[in-house]
C-alpha cells in the first residue's frame, strides 16, 4: 500500500485555532505616506494591536555630523522633516549661535521669521490635506499643493532650492531677500487666507469627514505629556506647550499670536489645531513682514550678524582683501574650531518641540550631536492611539500624528 | 515658589547630600551627575516632589568618552518642569565593560523608544525595560556604531574599488 501523499499546503502551528488575521501594513504602502512598518493583529477590522518596525532610511545623521564642522551639518538637518527643512536648518543656526554666543541683528530674526512661519504653513497644510486624502477626500489636498509650490518659490527665491533647503547659515543669510522674494511673500499673504477659507470650508463642517475624525485617535494629555508629545499633537489634548512662548527665540517675543489647543486629542482635534496655527503663522508672517519692512537705508540691508569666524565673505572681498581671504579658507576647510561647550536648543518645530544637543570639546566638529526628533518620540504612541480602533481609523491616526519618516529615522 | 537653579540644587543636595555632584550651570541650564544606581531615585525624586515636578522627559540619549576610565558612557536626561517651565540636565555614567544601567520607562512612557534608540548606538542596556531591541538598525548588527572606536570611513581613501562613486576601480 502506498503511503498517504502529504500535498496540502503547511500551515504554521496554531494558524488554524488563530482568532485574528496579522497584516503588513508598509513599509512602502501608500497609506503610510513614508517608509514605515506596521504589523497589525486584527480581529475582523479592528486592531488588537501594532508593532512599528522603523529606521528604514536611518542616514546615521548623529555619527555624520561629528566629522564635518558645523555649517556642513546644516544640509543634514534638511532631511530630518523634509516638510519643513526650513525649520530644521534655522534651528541648527539657532543652535550654533548659542554655543557660540553670536547675537543675531532684529531684522535677520525677523526674516528668518517669516521663513519659518511659511516653513510651518507648508508642513501643516501637507498634514492637514493628507488626513483630508486618507478621509477620502482628494481635491483639497491637489487644490491646496499650488500654495505650497508658492512657498517653494519664495524659498528658491532666498536660497536657491526648493525641497532641501540648506537655507540661512550662521549668524544670517547668505544674501539679502530680492524684491521678488518679497513680492512673492506678498502675493502668498494676499492669495492664501482665501485658499485656507475654501479648504476649511470643504473639510471642517463636513459631515462625513468630521464622522471619520472626531473620537479617533484620541489621547489624554497626561498620557501625551508621558509620551513626550509636543507641538500640534499635544496642543490638541488641551496642553498649550509652545517653545515660541515658553522659549523664545528669534525675537519671537516681539509678536503678538495665540496658542491654539484642542481639549480630547483625537484626530479632529489635531486637524482643527493645525487649521488654526496655519492662520496664527499667517498673521506672524503678516508682523514680521511690516517689521523689515520698517527698517530703511543701511539697516534694510543687514541680512547677517558680523560674525567673520563663522559667516563666509563675499566673492568680492575673498579676491580683494586678504583678510576675507583667509577667513574664507579656514571655514571652507573647516578650521576654525569651535568652543568647548554643550548646549540644548529647541525651537518649535511644525511636529513640535525640535531639539539640538550639541557637545564640543574644542575640536572643529561636534563631539557628538543628537537630535530630539518629535516624530520619533510620539510615535511610539501609536500602539497606544490605535488599539481597538477600526483600520480605517488606523490610517487617519497615522497621517493626523504628522510623521515624516526623514525625521523618524534621522 | 518660582524654581531657580539654586533652589534645585539646594534641594537635591538635602536629599541626595554628596552624591550628587558637578553642579554647573552651561548657558543657564542646570546640569549635575549622580552615581548610576541612584538615577532613578533622582529621577523619581525630581518628579514627586510638590516644588521641583519634572514631570516631562524631553530628551534621553548617550555620549561616549573613551577617554574616561570607568565612566566611558554617559546618559543624558534632560528633564522639563512645564509648570514653571524650567529645564535641567542629568547625567549619569557607567563603565563600557558592564553598561547596565535602570530603565526609566516605568516613570516615563517616553523612555521605551528613547532607551532602545540609546542601546542600539551605545549598547547601554536597561535594566528592566520591556522590550530592549535594536530600532533603527539592523537587528543582526553586532556593534554599537556610534561608539567612539568606530571612526567615519576616511573621504579620501582610494584603495576601495567603489566604482559607482567615483573612487577605485578603473577611473581612479
Redesign the interface.
Known amino acids: 500500500m502506498l503511503e498517504k501523499v502529504h500535498n496540502h499546503i503547511s500551515l504554521p502551528e496554531g494558524s488554524i485555532e488563530k482568532q485574528t488575521t496579522t497584516i503588513n501594513l508598509g513599509p512602502t504602502h501608500p497609506a503610510t505616506h513614508g517608509v514605515m512598518q506596521n504589523i497589525l493583529e486584527l480581529d475582523g477590522e479592528r486592531v488588537v494591536s501594532s508593532e512599528q518596525t522603523i529606521g528604514y532610511i536611518h542616514r546615521a545623521f548623529e555619527k555624520l555630523a561629528e566629522r564635518r564642522p558645523l555649517y556642513q551639518i546644516t544640509p543634514i538637518t534638511d532631511r530630518l522633516n523634509y516638510c519643513s527643512s526650513p525649520l530644521n536648518n534655522m534651528g541648527w543656526h539657532l543652535t550654533c549661535e548659542k554655543l557660540l554666543k553670536i547675537e543675531t541683528p532684529k531684522r535677520v530674526d525677523y526674516l528668518r521669521i517669516i521663513i519659518m512661519e511659511l516653513a510651518r504653513i507648508a508642513d501643516h497644510l501637507i498634514c492637514n490635506s493628507i488626513v483630508a486624502v486618507d478621509a477620502g477626500a482628494f481635491t483639497g489636498f491637489v487644490y491646496v499643493m499650488q500654495y505650497r509650490e508658492l512657498i517653494y518659490e519664495i524659498y528658491e527665491e532666498v536660497c536657491g532650492s526648493r525641497l532641501t533647503t540648506n537655507i540661512g547659515r550662521i549668524g544670517g543669510f547668505e544674501r539679502n531677500f530680492s524684491n521678488t522674494a518679497f513680492e512673492k511673500i506678498e502675493k502668498f499673504l494676499r492669495e492664501y487666507p482665501k485658499v485656507l477659507k475654501e479648504f476649511e470650508t470643504l473639510m471642517t463642517r463636513n459631515r462625513i469627514f468630521m464622522d471619520r475624525l472626531q473620537g479617533t485617535g484620541g489621547i489624554s494629555a497626561e498620557r501625551a505629556l508621558n509620551y513626550g508629545f509636543t507641538g500640534p499633537n499635544l496642543r490638541a489634548a488641551g496642553v498649550d506647550y509652545d517653545v515660541r512662548v515658553q522659549n523664545p527665540y528669534s525675537s519671537y517675543q516681539d509678536f503678538d499670536f495665540k496658542i491654539p489647543i484642542g481639549n480630547t486629542g483625537d484626530n479632529y482635534d489635531r486637524f482643527q489645531v493645525r487649521e488654526e496655527e496655519m492662520w496664527q503663522s499667517l498673521s506672524i508672517i503678516n508682523q514680521a513682514y511690516q517689521k523689515v519692512q520698517a527698517f530703511k537705508g543701511a539697516d534694510a540691508e543687514i541680512f547677517h550678524a558680523d560674525v567673520p569666524e563663522y559667516y563666509l565673505p563675499t566673492k568680492e572681498d575673498v579676491y580683494t582683501k586678504m583678510e576675507a581671504l583667509i577667513w574664507h579658507f579656514k571655514i571652507i576647510m573647516g578650521e576654525t574650531d569651535i568652543p568647548k561647550g554643550e548646549v540644548y536648543h529647541s525651537i518649535e518645530a511644525a511636529n513640535g518641540e525640535l531639539g539640538y544637543y550639541l557637545i564640543s570639546d574644542g575640536g572643529r566638529t561636534p563631539f557628538r550631536l543628537h537630535f530630539r526628533r518629535p516624530c520619533f518620540i510620539y510615535y511610539q504612541a501609536y500602539s497606544e492611539l490605535t488599539k481597538g480602533a477600526m483600520l480605517s481609523d488606523a490610517i487617519i491616526t497615522m497621517s493626523s500624528l504628522n510623521l515624516i519618516a526623514g525625521e523618524l529615522d534621522a | 515658589m518660582i524654581l531657580t537653579n539654586e533652589i534645585i540644587q539646594q534641594k537635591l543636595i538635602e536629599k541626595f547630600g554628596n552624591q550628587v555632584s558637578g553642579f554647573d550651570e552651561?548657558?543657564g541650564?542646570l546640569?549635575f551627575e549622580a552615581p548610576k544606581e541612584l538615577n532613578l531615585k533622582v529621577l523619581q525624586f525630581l518628579y514627586d516632589d510638590a516644588d521641583l515636578q519634572f514631570?516631562?522627559?524631553?530628551?534621553l540619549?548617550g555620549?561616549?568618552y573613551p577617554h574616561q576610565i570607568e565612566r566611558e558612557l554617559a546618559v543624558?536626561y534632560?528633564l522639563h518642569n512645564?509648570k514653571q517651565?524650567i529645564?535641567l540636565?542629568f547625567k549619569i555614567y557607567t563603565a563600557i565593560e558592564a553598561p547596565e544601567v535602570f530603565t526609566a520607562t516605568q516613570l516615563?512612557?517616553?523612555a521605551?523608544?528613547?532607551e532602545r534608540?540609546t542601546f542600539d548606538?551605545f549598547g547601554i542596556k536597561f535594566i528592566g525595560h520591556p522590550n530592549l531591541k535594536?530600532?533603527?538598525?539592523?537587528d543582526e548588527m553586532d556593534y554599537f556604531?556610534?561608539r567612539k572606536e568606530?571612526p567615519?570611513e576616511d573621504q579620501t581613501r582610494i584603495d576601495k574599488d567603489d566604482e559607482m562613486f567615483g573612487r577605485g576601480g578603473t577611473n581612479s
Do not use: G
Open positions: 552651561p548657558y541650564l546640569s514631570q516631562f522627559l524631553t530628551d540619549t555620549v561616549h543624558v534632560h512645564l517651565n529645564r540636565r516615563f512612557s517616553t521605551n523608544w528613547m534608540e548606538f535594536r530600532i533603527l538598525n539592523v556604531p556610534l568606530y567615519l
